[in-house]
């Protein structure tokens, strides 16, 4: 069996419309860490398939932009920043120094559940 990184919570079945992740996400802004599953593309690409919060798993509709970015914990790593839409909502994940994030709303928050 494959390793899913989302498997392992204690309801691995448990989704939640992206609608309520409004409700429970409020927080526009602020980097949330979360589990990605990923496909790893033979041009080196990686791209997010599934967050899951708290065991809750939302799919990635769709990946709108990938971009380069510096960390900003004063470390001197860099890594990727994905403008993305789960479900309707947009939002930014971050995969910087080995660890993926969460902001809500794409673009720092500011358009959130358009």
Not at 1 to 17: I, L, S
Not at 106 to 113: I, L
């Amino acid at each position: 069996m494959p390793f899913h990184p989302c498997r392992e919570e204690e309801n691995p079945a448990a989704t939640v419309p992206t609608d309520e992740m409004t409700m429970i996400y409020a927080d526009r802004g602020v980097p949330i860490p979360v589990r990605v599953s990923v496909e790893f593309r033979v041009d080196g690409l990686i791209l997010p398939l599934e967050i899951c919060l708290e065991g809750l798993h939302h799919s990635v509709s769709e990946v709108l932009d990938v971009r380069p970015v510096a960390s900003l914990r004063g470390s001197p790593g860099q890594g990727l920043r994905y403008r993305c839409r789960i479900g309707n909502q947009l939002c930014e994940l971050y995969y910087v120094d080995r660890l993926w994030s969460l902001v809500l709303g794409g673009e720092g928050g500011a358009r959130f559940g358009t």
